[in-house]
């Protein structure tokens, strides 16, 4: 696919792409007044994580949606970019957390790699010697609490306080000072997708 092309595409708006996402989170609207149990936050934020994916595969320009709820940007070595964004839909439980890898070509901002993941939970490593109980009380103060042991058992997720930006960024700040208890700190990925090598592969 040649560079005009990719800018005409841009021209129409990356938000067309996120039309999909659009669906998704109103007809889980919808859709809850039938459902005798609601579905997860974790469920909800699934569900809509195969529709920004496809949408940055078919896109492949950084994100500009009236979604995004918060964004920071900051610099990268060689002109590239890499910004955090909370996409933020209709519902409390309808929000993603977005890392976008991109450069600048003719003064877009082309995406190497999107990972998709969980705003308001990370994966906790413990220690040694250290229990989910005493990782759980430690960490009430900082407004977090475990959700569930890790499918390997080798360590919790912690649900945060909120989903915003500054909140992430201070559980995990919080969460690593517990070193006694916390030996490393990820976060909960949903997927990830790398649209440039992909498209390369492609052609």
């Known amino acids: 696919m040649s560079f005009a092309h990719r800018l005409k595409i841009f021209a129409v708006g990356f938000t067309v792409g996120l039309v999909i996402l659009f669906v998704v989170l109103n007809k889980r609207q919808g859709e809850r007044k039938e459902l005798t149990a609601p579905p997860t936050a974790e469920a909800v934020q699934r569900e809509a994580v195969p529709g920004v994916l496809e949408a940055y595969?078919?896109?492949r320009v950084a994100m500009d949606s009236k979604f995004i709820a918060e964004q920071h940007r900051k610099p990268l070595p060689g002109k590239a970019w890499m910004r955090i964004l909370i996409l933020r839909g209709m519902d409390p439980e309808q929000v993603l957390r977005i890392e976008e890898y991109t450069h600048e070509e003719s003064g877009v901002d082309l995406?190497?790699?999107v990972v998709v993941m969980a705003p308001d939970r990370v994966e906790v490593t413990l220690t040694a010697d250290a229990t989910p109980s005493e990782l759980a009380q430690a960490a009430q103060p900082l407004g977090c609490h475990l959700l569930a042991k890790t499918p390997d058992g080798a360590g919790v997720i912690v649900g945060l306080g909120g989903s915003s930006l500054d909140d992430?960024?201070?559980?995990?700040?919080?969460?690593q000072a517990l070193d006694q208890l916390v030996a490393g700190v990820q976060p909960v990925i949903y997927g990830e997708a790398e649209p440039f090598k992909e498209d390369q592969q492609k052609d």
């Open 168 to 175: 992430y960024a201070q559980a995990v700040e919080g969460l």
């Open 57 to 59: 595969r078919e896109r």
């Open 111 to 113: 995406v190497d790699r």
